[in-house]
């Protein structure tokens, strides 16, 4: 969809009868569809073909030697029992940039199910998730899929643009354990560099204090002191300078180590006052803080800050009927183009220009 937004024509091949199996995944439903199938493929069409009918099997085979772009999500080896896999299609195609999606690689993890839920597990996000001494916490949407997906559109563009300077294509490979692996950044760096094995904490954060939310006298606060000049910032606003002259608080890793007995001193200063009055109060300093929004009032909240985070057809006009969330790139000369809703399955076959 990124990649539809920025201008490609994509063509979705689906199953005949079912589909994308995010098409039954319901409630909630939007005129009769999954808003979760309606969330990831707006500017596409669809076609429905069946791999193991021979005449499908040759349009599949029409439309990739037509195409510049192939994307597939497979288990690794299941496109070359059809003549669709990488080596099998660069022979005749060296132009072909080919994008590969696996949930563990093309290795000796090629056996496993690619679920985002099942990665995120196996690779300790719902580890580090959640409250102390908790089993294990997902995050709230399917961070792992996106992540890869993300990768996979990098990984696409680069290849295009070493086939503009060469004419080569090539494969491009990503998968959702590696994916993963790499996001999670300073506490995969800290395990790598000290052996530590990083355990959930909640709220806290492992290196920094205060970044974290903190009770005030309605509801909490996230404060992101990130260093000791926005500690000082932040203890002066709320009355409590003497804790920047503590020897237990003064520095950052100083605070690390005492967080247990700081962050009540911090809460008891913030009872005096609303989550909103502190967040006006310190953001006016320059202080990094929200309060913990739910969903609708994070669109609102965007929607203040002139971000204009839906697409709505009257925003847009055109043939946009289901609102949308806006693509967050924003770019000068050729902005993303909203052209058409998610397809209904096969509505692609109505069109000659999508077919060989």
């Known amino acids: 969809m990124l990649l539809a937004d920025l201008g490609a024509d994509v063509l979705k091949v689906e199953r005949p009868g079912t589909g994308d199996d995010t098409r039954t995944w319901g409630p909630p439903w939007f005129e009769g569809q999954a808003t979760y199938y309606l969330s990831t493929n707006r500017n596409k069409r669809s076609i429905s073909l069946d791999m193991r009918d021979e005449d499908d099997l040759a349009t599949l085979h029409s439309l990739a030697s037509s195409c510049h772009v192939l994307i597939e999500n497979f288990r690794p080896g299941t496109l070359d029992k059809y003549g669709l896999g990488y080596p099998q299609l660069a022979a005749d195609l060296p132009h072909l940039v080919y994008c ?25 996000l719902m580890s580090i998730t959640g409250p102390p001494g908790s089993e294990g916490t997902k995050v709230g949407v399917a961070l792992v899929d996106v992540i890869t997906g993300l990768h996979g559109a990098v990984g696409i563009q680069a290849a295009l643009r070493h086939r503009d300077a060469t004419g080569e294509g090539q ?10 692996l790499s996001a999670l950044t300073n506490q995969a760096t800290a395990h790598v560099l000290t052996g ?15 970044y974290q939310p903190l009770m005030t006298a309605d509801r909490p606060l996230a404060i992101a002191a990130a260093s000791d000049q926005q500690f000082r910032i932040f203890a002066t606003a ?12 003064s520095t950052n890793t100083a605070r690390v180590a005492h967080r247990d007995t700081l962050i009540p001193e911090l809460e008891d200063a913030l009872a005096a006052g609303s989550a909103d009055h502190w967040f006006k109060l310190l953001t006016a300093r320059g202080l990094p803080c929200a309060p913990i929004n739910d969903i609708k009032q994070a669109f609102q909240f965007a ?49 000659a220009a999508w077919l060989p």
């Not at 530590?196 to 205060?210: D, E, K, R």
């Open 100 to 124: 590969s999606i696996t949930g563990f690689g093309a290795s000796r993890g090629a056996h496993l199910s690619g679920y985002d839920l099942i990665v995120q597990a196996a690779g300790g």
């Open 171 to 180: 494969l491009v490979e990503v998968n959702l354990l590696s994916s993963l």
């Open 196 to 210: 530590q094995v990083p355990q959930a904490m909640g709220n806290n954060h492992p290196s920094i204090v205060p």
């Open 238 to 249: 709320i009355g409590r300078e003497d804790l920047t002259t503590d020897e237990r608080y």
């Open 303 to 351: 929607d203040e800050l002139g971000l204009e985070p839906l697409l709505s057809p009257a925003r847009l006009g055109g043939g946009l009927n289901v609102p949308q969330v806006r693509n967050p790139i924003a770019l000068s000369r050729t902005p993303p183009t909203y052209r058409s809703d998610p397809p209904v399955l096969g509505n692609g076959q109505q069109s």
